[in-house]
Each structure stands twice: as C-alpha cells, then as structure tokens.
C-alpha cells in the first residue's frame, strides 16, 4: 500500500472526524456520536460566568440547601467562583462523576424553572468544558457541598460592568421592574428573589464569605464543640471556619474550602474587623429602598438622583488604578501584596471598593 494511500486509510478509520460522527448518512449529513452532540451542547448551555453562576445556585437548591454563600473574585483573566451550601452533600465515590454527562441525583425528580429544565445530569458537565477548573473541594452526606469554577474570561465571556449592583425602580405602569446590568451578582440577586422564603444567597469576595461562615459558626456551635471540633468531622462545613485555632489555621481552611485568602485577613475575621453579609435580598432592599428622613417630595428626588448613577467602565477602570497607587505606600510599610483586582460596587448610597491582598512575608 503506497504512503498516501496508508494515510488516508489511517485518517479515514482513526481521524478526529472518525472519533465525532456514529454514521455517515451521505450528501454531507452526519449522525454524531453521543459524545460529540453532549460536548456541543455543553457549549450552548454555558456561555458566560453568569451562566456558571445559575447552574451552580439551581444545584446548590436542588441538593436542599437553605444558605447558599457565593465567593467570587478576578485576578487577570481569571475568574473565581466557589460555592458553598448546607445541603444534602455529595458522597466521595461521585465528587469526580458528577462532572460527566446525564449523571444526576434527581431521576425522578427532574423539573423546569424559569431559567428551564434542570435534572438532565448536564449543567456540571457544560460547567466543566467551558471551564479551566471545576470540582468539588469538599463535601460529606447530610454536611453540604464546596464547589469550586476557575475560568478564563477571555475564552467565557462576562458582563463587563461587574460593578453596578441591582435595584428596583418603579415603572409609570406603578409596578417594580429590577434593572441594572446583567452581571453575577444580579443574576444571583434575580435567583434569591426567586426562591425568597426557601433559601438565602450570600456573595462577596472569599474574605467576606469566610467572615460570614466564620460568625455563623460562632453563633450556632457551643464553646465546647469549638474548643473540641478538631477537624470538624460531624460539622456542617459552613460552621467549620468557627473550629480554627488561630489566623494561620483559619487561612488554612478557608483555602480547604476554596476561599483564599491571607492570614493578616485571617487575623481580622478572628478579630471581628469584616462585617458579615446580609442574605441578597436584604441588600438588594437597602439599596432599592433606603432609609431617609426626608419629606416625600425629596426623597423621589434623591432616589432619582441615586438610581441614574451608573460608572461607565473606564471609569471604573480609573478608580481601580487609583486604588493601587493609593495602596502602594500602604502595602509597602505592611508588608502586603494583592491577591487580585480591586472589586469596584456601585450602590445607591455608596460606593463600596474591595482590595484583596494577604502578607508578602
């Protein structure tokens, strides 16, 4: 057999085409594997991290849980996105499977929701082709679940405003429409108001939802279990934080469960220095529907005022600089490093900047 000939052979029966199509039908028509038409479909179903972002809150839900806390940050191109939740938990033996096509827990109990059917053992699956890396970083029967997405932004898209936090305004019609733009912590906020009285949905930066983890833990575990916990078997992973001994372990499980970040941040959480979150609907209220003592005529103004303020991104981008060179001098005598970009929220009272950073020694 001639050299071309062996090659075309070996192209015909063994190629990258062979491995897509099950049957060739003739007249350029094809029957693809099952495999091909799933890695395809995956790249339909996940377009963008605010698409990573519901699939992970529709599992979270799905699995029972009642607290869904959602830690997200970007650094460079890459985006960070880690979920922890106090649902029914994943056996081991699954932790990796569950990231493979139809698998699913619910085979009786598939359904559709506003963002369409969920159940089909697929929305992992499209989560983990789209992505640089996901999987489950810890997770117990009957204990709950950490979940963890890095992707690269230049190959999944995302809003570029990040920035602008969502808000209710009136129509003329007299009813509430919730506008900003389409973003994570919109679609989260959109999915909290969904499921209102169910579940709550906490987001911020890995410090902000360690901080909250950590005072839950406080507040729901005795003295005792604290002193006794170990390394928390029995405990509900979104109590652990509570069990750390000190700055340098609590950094330690903080990043167990996805959540980096430094043990001079560590060292503040322990000392009460970052404020817990409030559930999303909560802030969502704050902003949509402050508190003011003024007569009404004034407040529909101010609240117009507050509702047309929306930075454009360069000049988020400026703020953001702004803050580096600010923090530069400070860094220097603290002995700090960034961990990642400035998170810049615009509100309707404030403007709320973040600036992740841990210990260069």
Request: glycine share 8%; charged share 30%; aromatic share 4%.
């Amino acid at each position: 057999m001639e050299g071309d000939t062996l090659s075309d052979f070996i192209d015909d029966v063994c190629g990258e085409s062979r491995l897509r199509v099950e049957d060739d039908l003739g007249d350029g028509f094809v029957r693809l594997r099952s495999s091909e038409a799933e890695r395809r479909q995956a790249a339909q179903d996940i377009r963008s991290s605010e698409d990573v972002v519901i699939e992970l809150l529709r599992n979270a839900r799905d699995a029972g849980a009642s607290r869904i806390f959602l830690a997200t940050q970007k650094t460079g191109n890459e985006r960070l996105l880690t979920v922890l939740d106090d649902g029914q938990g994943i056996p081991a033996a699954q932790h990796e499977r569950i990231f493979e096509p139809r698998v699913t827990s619910k085979l009786d109990s598939a359904h559709m929701d506003k963002w369409g059917m969920h159940g089909r053992g697929m929305a992992l699956y499209s989560i983990s082709v789209n992505a640089e890396e996901a999987r489950v970083l810890q997770s117990e029967p009957g204990l709950g679940t950490s979940l963890t997405v890095a992707t690269d932004t230049e190959s999944l898209a995302e809003k570029v405003d990040q920035s602008t936090f969502p808000r209710f305004e009136q129509e003329p019609s007299g009813s509430w429409a919730m506008r900003g733009p389409k973003n994570i912590v919109r679609t989260a906020a959109e999915f909290a108001l969904e499921h209102r009285g169910d579940l709550s949905v906490y987001l911020g930066t890995p410090v902000e939802v360690a901080a909250t983890l950590y005072q839950l833990g406080l507040a729901s575990l005795s003295p005792a279990v604290r002193a006794f916990g170990g390394d928390g078997t029995g405990i509900p992973l979104v109590k652990r934080l509570a069990l750390a001994a000190g700055p340098d372990d609590l950094a330690d499980r903080c990043e167990a469960l996805g959540l980096p970040l430094s043990e001079r941040s560590a060292r503040r959480i322990l000392d009460g220095a970052i404020v817990a979150l409030d559930p999303l609907t909560k802030r969502l209220a704050a902003e949509s529907f402050p508190r003011q003592a003024h007569r009404p005529s004034e407040r529909r103004r101010n609240s117009k005022n507050a509702r047309s303020l929306r930075l454009a991104p360069e000049d988020i981008d400026t703020l953001k600089r702004g803050i580096g060179r600010l923090m530069e001098p400070v860094a220097e005598t603290y002995y700090l490093e960034a961990v990642g970009e400035a998170e810049v929220i615009v509100g309707q009272e404030a403007i709320r900047i973040t600036v992740p950073i841990r210990t260069s020694l």
